[in-house]
């Protein structure tokens, strides 16, 4: 509700919504798995492939949605070492 009230989220496309909320929804599954790191954040791995699939979109558009998240700080992407994937921390807006 809050990408609809808030005017900070009015330029945020419906793409980047729809998995912004699929990302959401998926910390469940990674908080069920145990995946905290050392401070006990809640972190998410989701491929440019599986966001290409769920999204049915291409890689350049799949980019630009990790893009635009990122930019309105519904994300932060920390990558690992090399051939280990970019951990993604969802961050929770609601009751902002």
Do not use: H
Not at 13 to 41: E, T, V
Not at 59 to 64: F, G, L, S, Y
């Amino acid at each position: 509700k809050i990408f609809y009230t808030d005017k900070k989220y009015k330029l945020l496309s419906s793409d980047a919504k729809i998995l912004y909320g699929i990302m959401f929804d998926r910390m469940s599954l990674s908080a069920k798995n145990g995946w905290r790191d050392a401070d006990g954040k809640i972190y998410i791995y989701m491929t440019l492939d599986s966001i290409e699939e769920i999204m049915g979109c291409a890689r350049q558009k799949a980019v630009a949605l990790l893009k635009e998240l990122n930019d309105f700080g519904l994300i932060e992407k920390k990558r690992q070492e090399r051939y280990k994937p970019t951990k993604i921390y969802v961050k929770n807006i609601v009751g902002q």
